[in-house]
């Protein structure tokens, strides 16, 4: 109930990038209310949905060389390559001319939107870490 996948950056996902399913049957959501927005998928296969979502808000993803399957929305960014700095060496920062730049929504980032992914590109500046979660759990 109520999740919040927000400004994650996925890269080269071995199985499906998200994966929702129910354990109560088909009769219960498989996720009952939340957001995933603003989330830069590459190099992954497509998520899993096993069971409806409900009172779910899903909008402004990147999918990479990545199927958004049935989470696909209009306002998706879909590309082959979201230009990362340096991908060989694990940097996921964007790059200016990245696709996923200004491709989100909120409230807070640098210029006329945000990015997508857990980077945003911050020009004159270096782009730092967000601090990790708290407070989550997987079970």
Do not use: C, H
Request: glycine share 10%.
């Amino acid at each position: 109930k109520n999740i919040s996948v927000v400004n994650n950056t996925l890269v080269n996902i071995g199985g499906k990038s998200f994966r929702f399913e129910s354990t109560l049957g088909s009769s219960t959501p498989s996720v009952d209310g939340g957001i995933i927005k603003n989330n830069l998928v590459y190099q992954s296969d497509s998520p899993r949905i096993k069971d409806a979502f409900s009172n779910l808000d899903i909008a402004y993803n990147g999918w990479f060389q990545a199927s958004a399957g049935g989470m696909s929305q209009v306002s998706d960014t879909i590309g082959s390559n979201p230009l990362f700095v340096e991908e060989s060496t694990n940097d996921y920062r964007l790059q200016s001319i990245s696709a996923a730049v200004n491709a989100g929504v909120s409230t807070v980032f640098f210029e006329s939107a945000p990015d997508l992914g857990a980077f945003e590109y911050n020009p004159g500046g270096d782009t730092i870490a967000p601090d990790p979660p708290t407070g989550v759990s997987v079970e």
